[in-house]
């Protein structure tokens, strides 16, 4: 058990559906992660938010909206997703927002976009 | 540009073998992590590491901040062993971002 629990495991939408990932952390930490892993891509970082403020957003398109309403919480909007969003979608965590601390994972949800 | 090579990408042995995944990478980093995916999609942090070597188990990571390179082994590897292994770090140039580029991986299956 990681302590980061992501909701749902599996998603199937459409393309003009919106829909919602969800993230929470029991583990106290001041920075949330969500990365975007496509099939047989690396994994790529989209938004961090520490201590509830975005501080990084990598070019992700606003069909993607992060939402962050405390630091235990993380949420991905999305809405009008493209088939070429299906992915993996990882939520992460760590003490504070900094390459020396260690990330924990949630187990990613699977997100297939008709 | 690749910021961050791995080798080899693919990787099969027999169950007992020693095992060495290695990663490469262009720009100077403070620190360097080992993450072990499993077929699920799960992801493991196994090391972070900002110079010399950290041993857990069966797994040992070395780094050489000079050379800007890692190795991550495992001894006597065993079938459960047989996950993604990523090497990640703040590889970006530019500075100033803390967050992690991801290596592609090494799939390393080990067979009983």
């Known amino acids: 058990e990681t302590g980061v629990t992501q909701t749902p495991r599996h998603l199937v939408m459409g393309m003009t559906n919106k829909k919602s990932l969800k993230c929470e952390q029991h583990?106290?930490?001041?920075?949330m992660y969500w990365y975007k892993q496509s099939a047989k891509k690396p994994l790529e970082l989209m938004f961090v938010?520490?201590?509830?403020?975005?501080?990084e957003n990598n070019s992700v398109p606003s069909r993607f909206s992060p939402e962050c309403p405390n630091s235990s919480h993380l949420f991905l909007h999305l809405h009008t997703l493209q088939p070429e969003d299906s992915a993996l979608y990882l939520c992460?965590?760590?003490?504070?927002?900094?390459?020396?601390?260690?990330?924990?994972f949630g187990p990613g949800t699977r997100l297939t976009v008709l | 540009k690749n910021e961050v090579e791995q080798s080899p990408q693919n990787l099969t042995a027999q169950e007992g073998e020693f095992i060495t995944i290695n990663c490469s990478y262009s720009?100077?980093?403070?620190?360097l992590h080992w993450l072990q995916q499993h077929p699920g999609g799960g992801i493991v942090s196994l090391f972070m590491?900002?110079?010399g070597k950290k041993k857990h188990g069966r797994l040992i990571a070395t780094i050489n901040i000079q050379e800007k390179h890692s190795s991550l082994h495992i001894t006597a590897s065993h079938p459960r062993d047989s996950a993604v292994y990523i090497c990640a770090g703040p590889f970006k140039s530019g500075g100033g971002a803390d967050g992690l580029t991801f290596g592609k991986g090494t799939h390393l299956i080990i067979q009983p």
């Open positions: 938010y520490s201590l509830e403020e975005r501080v």
């Open positions: 590491l900002s110079s």
């Open positions: 720009v100077g980093i403070s620190a």
């Open positions: 583990l106290g930490h001041n920075a």
């Open positions: 992460a965590s760590s003490q504070y927002y900094s390459s020396y601390n260690e990330q924990f």
